[in-house]
């Protein structure tokens, strides 16, 4: 994947800007019920509840493949995958950091490969993997503006 040198400027550029983010106990508090809220309703399989945490313009990126979800249809379509492909899967949280930047979780993940994912059709096998997720936070909209996703779990294992 290319990045032009405008688009590394602007990326250093964000990553100063949270960097410099002060931290104020409210917004504390407010990301922390707004992580709660997200988690509960992805337990719940509450698509609404999880919309409800997101910025309009959010995006969701799937970092190893460089597949993103744009907005919320773009994060509804990926829930809705997921929540089809693993309808049993289970997040277990491993570790978790709160901030003005937003959130950072770890979570051991497990669940049955039923439906498809990635474009692979479904297998049946009971799968484990880990995930390290990062919720950015937007400060002005005080919602999350998306998940960057990395996973253990290797989208060609499914496809043999």
């Not at 930047?101 to 979570?107: H, L, S």
């Not at 909209?141 to 998940?147: I, L, M, N």
Request: net charge negative.
């Amino acid at each position: 994947m290319s990045t032009s040198k405008s688009g590394i400027l602007r990326q250093k550029e964000a990553v100063l800007e949270q960097y410099k983010r002060k931290i104020d106990v409210e917004e504390y508090h407010i990301i922390r019920e707004e992580y709660k809220i997200h988690s509960i309703a992805e337990d719940n399989r509450d698509i609404n509840g999880l919309m409800s945490t997101l910025t309009d313009d959010c995006e969701y990126i799937l970092v190893q493949t460089g597949q993103s979800w744009k907005g919320k249809v773009g994060a509804t379509r990926f829930y809705m995958e997921l929540l089809t492909a693993f309808p049993d899967i289970d997040f277990q949280l491993q570790n978790f950091v709160c901030g003005p930047q937003g959130v950072y979780e770890e979570a051991h993940v497990t669940a049955t490969h039923k439906g498809t994912w990635l474009g692979l059709a479904p297998t049946d096998k009971n799968l484990e993997w880990d995930v390290a997720i990062f919720f950015p936070w937007d400060p002005e909209k005080k919602k999350f503006s998306g998940e960057r996703i990395f996973t253990t779990l290797d989208a060609r294992e499914l496809d043999k």
